[in-house]
């Protein structure tokens, strides 16, 4: 995640030109509004199948609790939201270090240290995140994969573009070749019986033991990423690369100059992309009615499929570029951005109302609610998440744990508050 996109560097009124956040008259409100939108993505995606718990209940039982309306919802977020809200965040994270990285170069200074304390402070909230509330955190990956964008920060044009899509489509197609697969499974972490442990989390997650579900979240998080670890960390350095390609070109900054562009990104991409998406959840449709999917066919899906998402990503980001030429659209979609703003605290807040709504230590729905339940649930949590960042930042200049996360990474405590003036004119 990035809590800018825009980077995190201006010149100060000192001789000395300095490293420091970024101020809100050089923010890209475009940007702000993509950033929660795709936040909300990432609250429906990951209350489906982890917070409430249905990926840890036994398979027979969920299809017979399945309805209708949880089905086709079901095909719904498969083809329109899984994968695509994360696409989303992952290459405005590559966005904001090439805005980062041209500011840095404007001050005559290199980004390399700043970008070093940013992703130790992320990695270190990551972990957090893990140890307090939920194991399927994105933080210290994110933070990990960061380190790679050093080596190509000084790649330009559609090189970018070639080295995002090759590290994006290569390696996970290579891992899923069952020589490949067969042969890197060994070094992977697992369980002895994948179905025993996932019946473990399942009964911590409803449980009130706070300590054995933090065991459990841990455990779960270490086979969860140790089962992935070969493809995934290059997989996300290549989306960023495609997120730094749109920071270099300024095609959002510069927006309203390139909106044939976007035109021409919104129909190729949700034509394409609505067709390679697609892939994956009739394939699940047929595996739930029992078809047998030959292995090949799984192999040759995945290339398509992660090209459709990310081209569906595409279009929404142009979709939203051209409703933000228009004053009516325009005013709506700003209601998004506040949140868009403060990403991190919105994340880590989407955390901490799921797990109470659905764990044991809370409300305690898990497994008790139907699949489509989760879109009514996820709209009043983000609602409230959507009042609340109008509210903070009316006061403050960066939300809580953006707050927190700055003076990590500037090594100095950051002024919250904003002046009186400004308050009075939010």
């Known amino acids: 995640m990035t809590e800018t996109g825009q980077g995190d560097a201006e010149p100060t009124k000192t001789n000395r030109a300095e490293l420091a956040p970024a101020t809100a008259v050089e923010r890209v409100e475009t940007l702000d509004v993509l950033r929660g939108f795709a936040?909300?993505?990432?609250?429906?995606?990951?209350?489906?199948?982890w917070f409430s718990a249905l990926a840890f209940m036994p398979r027979e039982v969920v299809l017979a609790q399945s309805s209708t309306a949880d089905r086709v919802f079901l095909f719904l977020l498969g083809l329109f939201v899984d994968g695509k809200a994360m696409a989303l965040l992952t290459m405005l994270f590559g966005l904001g270090f090439a805005v980062q990285l041209q500011r840095a170069e404007a001050l005559g200074r290199s980004v390399v240290p700043l970008h070093v304390?940013?992703?130790?402070?992320?990695?270190?909230?990551?972990?957090?995140?893990?140890?307090?509330?939920?194991?399927?955190?994105?933080?210290?990956?994110?933070?990990?994969?960061?380190?790679?964008l050093l080596l190509f920060r000084r790649v330009?044009?559609?090189?970018?573009?070639?080295?995002?899509?090759?590290?994006?489509?290569v390696p996970p197609f290579v891992f899923?070749?069952?020589?490949?697969?067969?042969?890197?499974?060994?070094?992977?972490?697992?369980?002895?019986?994948?179905?025993?442990f996932r019946a473990e989390v399942f009964a911590a997650i409803t449980g009130s033991d706070r300590r054995l579900l933090t065991v459990m979240q841990v455990k779960q998080a270490i086979y969860h990423v140790g089962f992935i670890w070969v493809w995934?960390?290059?997989?996300?350095?290549?989306?960023?690369?495609?997120?730094?390609?749109?920071g270099t070109t300024r095609i959002f900054q510069e927006a309203e100059a390139r909106l044939p562009f976007f035109r021409k990104l919104l129909g190729w991409g949700l034509g394409l992309g609505l067709l390679g998406s697609a892939i994956q959840p009739v394939r699940m449709q047929l595996m739930r009615r029992g078809i047998v999917i030959p292995e090949w066919v799984g192999l040759a899906i995945i290339i398509p499929h992660e090209l459709g998402v990310m081209l569906l990503a595409a279009g929404y980001a142009a979709a939203v570029v051209l409703l933000m030429q228009r004053p009516w659209f325009r005013r709506a979609l700003l209601i998004l951005a506040p949140v868009g703003r403060m990403p991190l605290s919105t994340y880590l807040g989407q955390s901490l109302a799921s797990t109470f709504v659905f764990y044991g230590w809370g409300l305690g729905l898990a497994g008790r609610v139907h699949a489509w339940w989760t879109l009514p649930i996820t709209l009043g949590i983000f609602t409230l998440q959507v009042i609340?960042?109008?509210?903070?930042?009316?006061?403050?200049?960066?939300?809580?744990?953006?707050?927190?996360?700055?003076?990590?990474?500037?090594?100095?405590?950051?002024?919250?508050?904003?002046?009186?003036?400004?308050?009075?004119?939010?």
């Open 156 to 169: 330009r044009g559609w090189k970018l573009i070639a080295w995002g899509l090759f590290l994006t489509l």
């Open 232 to 246: 995934y960390f290059v997989w996300l350095v290549g989306r960023y690369l495609l997120g730094a390609w749109a």
């Open 176 to 196: 899923w070749i069952p020589p490949v697969f067969n042969a890197l499974r060994a070094y992977s972490p697992a369980p002895p019986d994948f179905a025993a």
């Open 39 to 49: 936040l909300y993505g990432v609250l429906l995606a990951n209350t489906v199948p």
């Open 388 to 426: 609340f960042a109008h509210a903070w930042l009316s006061r403050y200049r960066f939300g809580p744990m953006e707050w927190i996360w700055r003076s990590m990474a500037y090594g100095r405590v950051q002024p919250l508050r904003l002046p009186a003036r400004q308050e009075e004119l939010a």
């Open 117 to 148: 304390r940013r992703l130790a402070a992320m990695a270190l909230i990551g972990v957090s995140h893990v140890l307090l509330l939920w194991w399927g955190d994105i933080l210290w990956g994110y933070a990990v994969a960061g380190f790679g």
